[in-house]
């Protein structure tokens, strides 16, 4: 079935350094979305790309969705504290019913 | 986040006992998932909802079975708890199915 391989599981940075986790298929993606996870929180919807080859910005986040919709990455400028958690890709693979499937996660840890 | 609301919070239970899990959404979206999360595996979707009464499979359906009998409320029932079910559970809606999703708060359930 559809797999999302998103890496590294785990990353710690010192503040101010920058951060980029990166989502790969064997297969196209569909729409690839974004989260976000706090520590003991619930995901947060960040963005959503459908695009080949679509950049988006929110402020020091930057979102890419490759040429070939095969990948799709999340660049971090600078990190702050506030940026620690744990961010998700998901490809929405079920069309207009929905059905993400997610990466597992990279783990974000920002030391100040 | 405002309009979803899981209940319960936490939840111990005993192997072999039913368990039900409660979404309830203000929204009027059409769509409803359960996802479960586990440490090494990520979200994982357990069943979907479409509509009042029209329900599918997830990834990880054994074991559980769901029900919507208004736009608001979909159910989500263990028959018979096993510690294999020792999870975090997440319900999630989305307006078109093509949209972000957006996470309840999720119930921590524990199979003792």
């Known amino acids: 079935g559809q797999q999302v391989m998103q890496i590294p599981q785990y990353q710690h940075v010192q503040e101010g350094e920058d951060f980029t986790t990166y989502c790969n298929s064997s297969?196209?993606?569909?729409?690839i979305q974004w989260y976000k996870q706090r520590p003991g929180g619930h995901p947060v919807f960040l963005i959503q790309?459908?695009?080949?080859?679509e950049v988006k910005k929110q402020k020091r986040l930057t979102f890419q969705f490759g040429e070939a919709k095969k990948n799709s990455s999340l660049h971090i400028t600078a990190t702050q504290t506030t940026d620690v958690g744990t961010y998700f890709c998901?490809?929405?693979?079920?069309?207009?019913?929905?059905?993400?499937?997610f990466g597992k996660g990279t783990k974000l840890s920002v030391k100040p | 986040d405002a309009g979803i609301t899981q209940s319960p919070r936490h939840k111990v239970t005993e192997t072999g006992t039913p368990v039900t899990l409660r979404c309830h959404q203000t929204?009027?979206?059409?769509?409803m998932y359960w996802y479960r999360q586990d440490p090494g595996h990520g979200l994982r979707l357990i069943h979907y909802s479409y509509g009042v009464k029209d329900t599918d499979k997830g990834e990880v359906s054994d074991g559980y079975s769901v029900s919507r009998s208004k736009t608001e409320d979909f159910l989500l029932t263990l028959e018979s708890a096993t510690s294999s079910q020792t999870s975090v559970y997440f319900c999630a809606i989305s307006g078109t199915g093509l949209s972000g999703y957006t996470f309840g708060s999720g119930t921590r359930l524990t199979v003792v």
């Open positions: 297969t196209t993606l569909s729409n």
């Open positions: 929204e009027n979206h059409r769509y």
């Open positions: 790309l459908v695009k080949s080859g």
């Open positions: 998901a490809d929405n693979y079920g069309g207009s019913q929905g059905n993400l499937i």
